[in-house]
């Protein structure tokens, strides 16, 4: 695994205008990569699928690690809140 990718403002800006229908999840584990022999690190991989305004159905996947997935989590728990008052 590389540098993990968590493109935030368009992860944002899909989540805005798009309906999510699934989301799946794994948790990993980085052994090494091409510059580092020992990494070590957990990291999680997130898929989303989606509807867009199209109708056509889409997914994308987002490697993240621990932090970032806690940080994603508390987000979408505060989406879902503000959700449910309205």
Excluded at 29 to 42: E, F, I, K, Q, V
Excluded at 58 to 76: D, G, K, L, V, W
Aim: net charge neutral; glycine share 4%.
């Amino acid at each position: 695994m590389g540098k993990a990718s968590f493109p935030q403002q368009e992860v944002q800006a899909m989540l805005s205008t798009n309906q999510i229908v699934d989301i799946q999840w794994k948790l990993g584990m980085a052994l090494t990569s091409d510059t580092c022999r020992s990494l070590n690190s957990p990291y999680v991989t997130l898929l989303l699928k989606f509807v867009e305004t199209s109708g056509q159905i889409c997914q994308r996947s987002f490697e993240m690690t621990i932090p970032q997935f806690q940080n994603f989590h508390r987000q979408f728990r505060e989406i879902a809140a503000v959700m449910e008052t309205v």
